[in-house]
């Protein structure tokens, strides 16, 4: 499957391939990722994340860079995919274009946006009731948690995944 790298001027974007199911880090992941195991990968990063270092991850890992800077995309051209223009949708636009992806959006195929993580669903409501608005834990009844112990963020089908599908139905399709 496909596996993306966004730099750091393409937040929206990574939550939104996230919630399709798209294996996204952020280029700010980088700093809170265990890169441990990457070989020859710096531990300490600076701050911001030099263009090599990305290309370097990218490499490592599999991964497509998505950017918008030119002169980095430039010197990384078989490793990335230089997003032109302005607007979240018109980018997934693009990438489905050139990368034949499809937005259908399930939630148990779907990824943390926070994090990256696998999501799952929770078989016990009442277990994040102390995580939920009143109004959210009484108006929804089917939630999924982030599998990471630390992130643990909760997740539900709101209004605001038919806001994404419609702009998704007038944008894209």
Request: hydrophobic share 35%.
């Amino acid at each position: 499957m496909i596996k993306f790298l966004t730099d750091a001027m393409l937040g929206k974007l990574t939550v939104l391939l996230r919630i399709f199911g798209y294996n996204t880090v952020y280029a700010n992941d980088l700093y809170e990722l265990d890169v441990s195991h990457l070989e020859n990968f710096p531990i300490h990063l600076p701050n911001p994340i030099p263009d090599d270092i990305l290309f370097q991850y990218a490499n490592l890992t599999e991964r497509i860079i998505l950017t918008k800077d030119l002169p980095f995309y430039r010197r990384s051209k078989d490793q990335s995919f230089f997003l032109e223009g302005k607007g979240v949708y018109n980018y997934l636009r693009q990438l489905k274009e050139k990368f034949e992806l499809k937005y259908e959006f399930e939630m148990e195929k779907a990824l943390c946006s926070n994090c990256n993580s696998p999501i799952k669903k929770v078989s016990n409501k009442e277990s994040i009731k102390n995580k939920l608005k009143n109004s959210t834990y009484a108006h929804y009844d089917t939630f999924f948690q982030c599998t990471n112990p630390e992130c643990q963020k909760i997740f539900w089908n709101g209004p605001h995944i038919k806001d994404i599908k419609e702009k998704l139905n007038k944008y894209i399709d």
